[in-house]
């Protein structure tokens, strides 16, 4: 995570004010009692946190990406294997193959929707508690 504080702090320019949701994300998983946390900067293409359960069979649980294809204009990629989550509202995209070759529920976010911020933080603990029931069992 060295790469993290100064991507952070460089990141200014943000009209879609999706920096504090981002801030957000990484702070609930942070909470997440036996996750762990990595991040992976790709500048021009996406900086990603990733959170994980070590000893799971899966390299991640959530993959929360902020899309840096504009660096003047980012937004939010919120990505799940699409078989530890749901989405009765439907509010996700599906993508084949989209996650580590599996299949992939991703949430986008590209203004502060606080509804839409909740609601993926929820799928963000459903995740989680799944990958972390799967290392237990």
Wanted: aromatic share 12%; net charge negative.
């Amino acid at each position: 995570m060295n790469d993290f504080l100064p991507f952070l702090n460089d990141w200014e320019t943000d009209p879609n004010n999706v920096k504090p949701v981002f801030e957000r994300f990484k702070q609930f998983l942070e909470s997440c009692k036996g996750a762990s946390l990595s991040f992976k900067a790709r500048p021009g293409v996406s900086f990603s946190l990733r959170g994980a359960c070590p000893g799971h069979e899966r390299d991640l649980f959530v993959m929360v990406d902020v899309v840096d294809d504009d660096p003047a204009d980012r937004w939010l990629s919120v990505c799940f294997y699409n078989d530890q989550i749901t989405d009765a509202d439907e509010r996700g995209d599906w993508v084949p193959e989209g996650l580590g070759g599996l299949d992939a529920c991703c949430f986008d976010l590209s203004t502060a929707d606080a509804d839409l911020a909740t609601y993926t933080e929820a799928r963000i603990d459903e995740a989680w508690k799944s990958s972390l029931a799967d290392t237990l069992s």
